[in-house]
């Protein structure tokens, strides 16, 4: 609860699983939605059809990107911690300048 509470451990890595299948469900959604919209205009209902079409298509991947980048962030912290308690007279008390 201490590491908790002192913000030793990271639960944003955690949630950044949830936001990802979150993100891709909306992408999913709002793709479909798009394309049902524009199927159903009478005229110049290409464009938003299109639109549907690369929201299905890239969306997934630009929220994946923007995860990953995301959780690198924290691995990178991660790793940072771990040189910093292998480095002599230093300790696991030692403050943490992050």
């Known amino acids: 609860m201490r590491e908790f509470l002192?913000?030793?451990?990271?639960?944003?890595p955690v949630f950044m699983q949830y936001i990802y299948w979150i993100g891709l469900a909306a992408c999913i959604i709002t793709g479909l939605v798009r394309i049902v919209q524009g199927a159903g205009m009478p005229f110049g209902g290409g464009g938003v059809v299109f639109s549907g079409i690369l929201t299905l298509f890239l969306g997934p991947i630009v929220?994946?990107?923007?995860c990953e980048l995301i959780v690198v962030l924290f691995e990178i912290?991660?790793?940072?911690?771990?040189?910093?308690d292998r480095r002599p007279g230093t300790s696991k008390n030692t403050p943490d300048p992050f």
């Open 63 to 66: 929220i994946r990107i923007a």
């Open 6 to 12: 002192y913000l030793k451990k990271m639960v944003t």
């Open 77 to 84: 912290s991660d790793t940072l911690k771990d040189i910093r």
